[in-house]
C-alpha cells in the first residue's frame, strides 16, 4: 500500500503527535479550568470562557481547537476573591475590607462543563463533559480544592481527507471512521489570593482507539491515548498599587516524550490592561496581551513565535480566548488566577 502525504507528515513531526493528542494552548493560565477540573467554582461568579487555536497558519491539515466552558460554585458562603475588587479611580480597596481577621468559611462546592472540537489534518476530536469539585478551607486565606470531570469524546479520521500517492489506494474506501470512548481527567488545586499551585491527569482512560473492524490498519499506531499530567503553579506580585507582576509554570508529561515546560511573566496594571511573554521549550516564544474591560468582559490574544524546523513552512499561531463573568454581584474586574 502507497503512503500518503499527511502519514509521512506525521512521520516527520514523530514525537510532537504524540504529545498533542489533547490540545496545546498558550493562554492556558487564563482559563486553568480546561486542564484541571479542580477550578471548578473557583470563582465568585459564573466564569464562561470560548477559546479558539489556529496553530501553524499557512501549513495545511495543522491543527485548530474551539472550546466553550462555564463552572461556577454552589453554596459559597465567603467571597475570598474580592482582591480584584476596585474602588473610585481604580484604587484597589483595602486590604483589610477584602480579607478581614475571622475564622475560615465553610467548604463549598463547583461544577462545570466543557464542549471541545480540535482537528488536525483528516483527524478530529469532540468532547462533551461535566466536572465537580470540592473546596475545602485550610485557613482563612488558603483553600485546597480536589475535582474530577468526565464525558465521552469522539475520536473521527476522515480517510477522504488523504492526498494519496496512488489515487486507487483502497484505503480511500474506508470513507469516514469514528469511535466514541469516555473521558476522565482529576486534578487538586491549592491556592489562596495571591498563589497557586496545581496537578491534573488528564486522559486518564488509557484505551486503543479501532477505527476499522480488522487489526490491520496502517494508522493504529496512531490509535493509543497516553495519560497527560500537568503541574501549574503562578504568584502575585504586587509591585505598586497599580503595578503587579504575575510569574507561571506549568510543567507537561506525556509517555513517550520528554517533559516539556512553559516558563510565562505577564505585567497587569490596575487589573485592566496586561502583557506578557511565555517560553515553550524548544518550541515557541509567545507574545500575550488582554484587557479586563469591566466586571462582565474579558478578552485575551497570543501569537506564538515557532523555534521550531517548523517556522520555514508556518506563519506561526493564533489563540483568542473571550471571557464572560455572569452573576458577578460583587463587579470584580480581575480573574482570581489572573
Given amino acids: 500500500m502507497k503512503h500518503c502525504y499527511w502519514l509521512i507528515l506525521l512521520f516527520l513531526w514523530g514525537g510532537w503527535v504524540q504529545a498533542q493528542q489533547r490540545a496545546q494552548y498558550s493562554q492556558y493560565m487564563l482559563n486553568a479550568y480546561i486542564l484541571n477540573p479542580a477550578m471548578s467554582g473557583l470563582e465568585d461568579y459564573i466564569d464562561v470562557k470560548a477559546g479558539y487555536r489556529n496553530q501553524w497558519g499557512g ?53 462545570g462543563g466543557m464542549v ?94 479501532n477505527y476499522r473492524t480488522t487489526q490491520q490498519s496502517v494508522y493504529e499506531w496512531l490509535g493509543t491515548l497516553y495519560n497527560h499530567y500537568f503541574l501549574t503553579a503562578g504568584y502575585r506580585v504586587e509591585v505598586t498599587e497599580d503595578w503587579v507582576f504575575l510569574p507561571s ?46 466586571y462582565r468582559l474579558n478578552l485575551g490574544y497570543s501569537y506564538d513565535f515557532t523555534l521550531s524546523n517548523l517556522r520555514n513552512v508556518s506563519r506561526g499561531t493564533h489563540e483568542i480566548v473571550i471571557g464572560l463573568m455572569l452573576n458577578n454581584h460583587q463587579r470584580i474586574i480581575c480573574p482570581r488566577l489572573f
Fill in 59 to 111: 501549513l495545511e491539515g495543522a491543527p485548530k481547537t474551539f472550546y466553550v466552558t462555564a463552572h461556577g460554585a454552589l453554596n459559597k458562603a465567603d467571597r475570598t476573591s474580592s482582591l480584584s475588587v476596585r474602588g473610585p479611580y481604580g484604587r484597589p480597596m483595602p486590604r483589610s475590607r477584602v480579607f478581614p481577621s475571622q475564622p475560615a468559611a465553610p467548604g463549598h462546592n463547583g461544577v
Fill in 249 to 294: 509554570i506549568m510543567v507537561k508529561s506525556v509517555r513517550p516524550v520528554p517533559v516539556s515546560y512553559d516558563i510565562n511573566a505577564k505585567l497587569s496594571y490596575q487589573d485592566r490592561i496586561w502583557a506578557g511573554l511565555s517560553y515553550r521549550h524548544k518550541d515557541a516564544i509567545v507574545g500575550l496581551i488582554g484587557v479586563n474591560v469591566n
Fill in 116 to 209: 471541545l472540537y480540535d482537528e488536525m489534518g483528516p483527524s478530529s476530536r469532540t468532547t462533551l463533559n461535566g466536572s465537580y469539585a470540592r473546596h475545602i478551607p485550610l485557613s482563612n486565606r488558603i483553600k485546597l480544592a480536589a475535582g474530577v470531570s468526565g464525558g465521552i469524546t469522539q475520536h473521527t479520521i476522515n480517510f477522504d481527507k488523504l492526498h494519496l500517492l496512488d489515487p486507487t489506494d483502497p484505503i480511500l474506501q474506508f470513507g469516514r471512521q469514528s469511535v466514541i470512548i469516555p473521558d476522565l481527567s482529576a486534578g487538586l488545586l491549592l491556592y489562596d489570593p495571591n498563589f497557586y499551585v496545581g496537578f491534573s491527569a488528564n486522559q486518564l482512560i488509557f484505551k486503543n482507539l
